[in-house]
């Protein structure tokens, strides 16, 4: 732990992508909020979002927002997750129940920083540092095409494991 505690003050320090890996219930959100208090960032907002607890169809919107009438109901502008932590940090959790049609644009958004809100028609650039997490072996998850192999690479710059607390 004493390893992790160290590479996560050291990560803090950049801006680099972080991937955390591990089982459920062993910290990967606390590492993640400790990845952002002791940044640069931490002045700004730290955004949670659980991609597995969000239905696969409501996520999108969540993470980029719509304009007003883009669909029924749409009745007004909606910032999404990712403008709404400019400046700061993105916590995407269970990031390998994504919909693969989403990590495309998840991808697209990590190349650029830059998306459109569902019914827009303008790019919006934003700031926001990527901290995501999954407690599956997502490596199997590439290798069998569940989750994009190009996708993993661009979110695990900085790969931080939490060994599970039957091993602590």
Known sequence: MQEI??????????????????DSGTGK??????????????KKKFLDINCGAIPRELLENELFG????????????????????????????????MDPLLQVKLLRFLQERTFMRVG????????????????REILKDVKSGAFREDLYYRLNVV?????????R
């Open 5 to 22: 505690f160290g590479m996560i003050k050291m990560v803090a320090k950049s801006n680099a992508t972080v991937l955390i890996t591990g």
């Open 120 to 135: 827009g028609n303008d790019p919006i650039t934003v700031d926001v540092r990527i901290v995501a997490a999954t407690n």
């Open 29 to 42: 959100e606390l590492v993640a909020q400790a990845i952002h208090s002791l940044s640069t960032r931490s």
């Open 66 to 97: 719509h304009e007003r009438g883009a669909y029924t109901g749409a009745d007004k502008r909606y910032v999404g997750s990712c403008e709404r932590a400019d400046g700061g940090t993105l916590f995407l959790d269970e990031i390998s129940e």
């Open 159 to 167: 790969p931080i494991h939490i060994p599970p607390l039957r091993e």
